[in-house]
């Protein structure tokens, strides 16, 4: 079983949609959480944090279930410009473990 | 101010060549990592740096060579490498080690090519 897993799509959603991908986690004693996003060709750019008591940015909303051991990020009345590549990162102790990343294409 | 700055954007080097990317960040973080990334896949650990130190090597070959020469700079020397390590290499930094929490930043990346 892979570390973090994430759906990689895509899904492809029509303008103002409302999409949600989560992102599980086997190590029960992970300690950070974050959302990336990722434009082709370009560095990841961090999105968001993930708070245990769930935290909110704009359209985006981000949540951490620890005792399912997932994360979750819902992206409200979308955007095209919010096609990109979005990345689960969870921390360890040592190192950051990267999902391999969920595809949204939103349609015009 | 969340900048990490990557040189060159680009680069093509032969089987034979030697070479270096740089990373720069100015943040006083004190955690700096490569990345390496193939197209359509997730980042891909290879060396982290913790307080100038290597804590993490992630059994990545010899012919790249990381160095910390001080807390803002990081090198990653590259040396007969092969076609199949074409890939973007992506630097990033956080304020202290992944275990505490800290948001990782990541500089534009170099896009390398090797012929």
Not at chain 1, 28 to 36: C, G, L, V
Not at chain 2, 68 to 90: G, I
Request: one cysteine or more; proline letters at 6%.
């Amino acid at each position: 079983r892979k570390e973090v897993e994430q759906d990689p799509g895509p899904f492809n959603v029509p303008e103002g949609a409302t999409v949600a991908f989560n992102c599980t986690y086997s190590n029960s004693a992970s300690q950070s959480f974050f959302w990336y996003r990722q434009d082709c060709r370009k560095e990841p750019k961090l999105l968001m944090s993930v708070y245990s008591s769930g935290n909110e940015d704009g359209r985006f909303t981000a949540q951490l279930n620890r005792a399912s051991q997932y994360i979750s990020l819902l992206i409200r009345d979308s955007k095209l410009s919010d096609s990109a590549t979005y990345l689960c990162v969870v921390g360890g102790t040592y190192k950051y473990i990267f999902g391999t990343g969920t595809r949204l294409k939103v349609l015009a | 101010d969340t900048e990490v700055t990557q040189t060159p954007k680009h680069l093509v080097m032969g089987m034979t060549n030697k070479k270096s990317l740089k990373c720069e960040q100015h943040m006083g973080h004190r955690a700096m990592y490569w990345y390496k990334q193939k197209a359509k896949k997730p980042p891909e650990l290879m060396f982290v740096y913790s307080y100038e130190k290597l804590s993490i090597n992630e059994s990545v070959p010899s012919r790249f060579s990381p160095e910390c020469p001080n807390s803002s700079l990081l090198n990653l020397h590259l040396h007969a490498l092969q076609p199949e390590d074409s890939a973007l290499y992506l630097c990033a930094s956080s304020q202290g080690p992944p275990g505490h929490s800290y948001e990782q930043y990541f500089g534009p990346g170099t896009r390398l090519t090797v012929t």
